[in-house]
Nanobody, 119 residues
Framework: QVQLAESGGGLVQPGGSLRLSCRAS????????MGWYRQAPGKQRDFVAS???????YYADSVKGRFTISRDNAANTVWLQINSLKYEDTAVYYC?????????????WGQGTQVTVSS
């Protein structure tokens, strides 16, 4: 079974930076993409960024230019470098890995790590 473990969240002032990490363990697919989602209280879980096994990256418009996603396939680890933090970035950030099996999306989720932006 696949398990994801996030770390790196914390309390930071506006304009600050954080680096989140997520390590996947278990029988992860060799073609699986990895990504980050976030959820603020009372809000839906929103897509933040993802990266494919070949290194193609995708970002939500709200974070593009401030966040950078990267991965180490050998270590099954994905990072999210977060710069220029804003109040609206406050959320629980969830690591995700997904792939397609017979055209259907399959995925696993981590437990989340809290990012709080406060002055």
């Amino acid at each position: 079974q696949v398990q994801l473990a996030e770390s790196g969240g914390g309390l930071v002032q506006p304009g600050g930076s954080l680096r989140l990490s997520c390590r996947a363990s278990g029988s992860i697919s060799s073609i699986a993409a990895m990504g980050w989602y976030r959820q603020a209280p009372g809000k839906q879980r929103d897509f933040v960024a993802s990266i494919t096994s070949s290194g193609n990256t995708y970002y939500a418009d709200s974070v593009k230019g401030r966040f950078t996603i990267s991965r180490d396939n050998a270590a099954n680890t994905v990072w999210l470098q977060i710069n220029s933090l804003k109040y609206e970035d406050t959320a629980v950030y969830y690591c995700n890995t997904f792939w397609f099996l017979y055209g259907q999306r399959r995925e696993y989720w981590g437990q989340g790590t809290q990012v709080t932006v406060s002055s």
